[in-house]
């Protein structure tokens, strides 16, 4: 099995920054994909971006151009630094690990945008 922790959500001003960690331990295998997913209250949970061992990055459109997914394979942590933060991006952010056979997810950190 693979635990994942996160860390790092919190109250922030539209128009700042927050970064993410989520920190994997267990059994990880090589070739695995990170993800970052957010649910904001009563809506679905929707992909935010994703990474893989490599430099292969995707984002959602909502995102693109403000946050950045990262890693540190030596480590096995994900990153999410997030700038120019909007109202609009306040949810629950949720860490994901996937490799071919096993997949979890954290406990999610908040995050609010307000003012």
């Known amino acids: 099995q693979v635990q994942l922790v996160e860390s790092g959500g919190g109250l922030v001003q539209p128009g700042g920054s927050l970064r993410l960690s989520c920190a994997a331990s267990?059994?990880?295998?090589?070739?695995?994909?990170m993800s970052w997913f957010r649910q904001a209250p009563g809506k679905q949970r929707d992909l935010v971006a994703v990474?893989?061992?490599?430099?292969?990055?995707n984002y959602a459109d909502s995102v693109k151009g403000r946050f950045t997914i990262s890693r540190d394979n030596a480590k096995n942590t994900v990153f999410l630094q997030m700038a120019s933060l909007k109202p609009e991006d306040t949810a629950v952010y949720y860490c994901?690990?996937?490799?071919?056979?096993?997949?979890?997810w954290g406990q999610g950190t908040q995050v609010t945008v307000s003012s």
């Open positions: 267990g059994s990880i295998r090589s070739g695995n994909v």
């Open positions: 994901n690990y996937r490799d071919g056979f096993y997949s979890a």
């Open positions: 990474i893989g061992t490599g430099v292969t990055t």
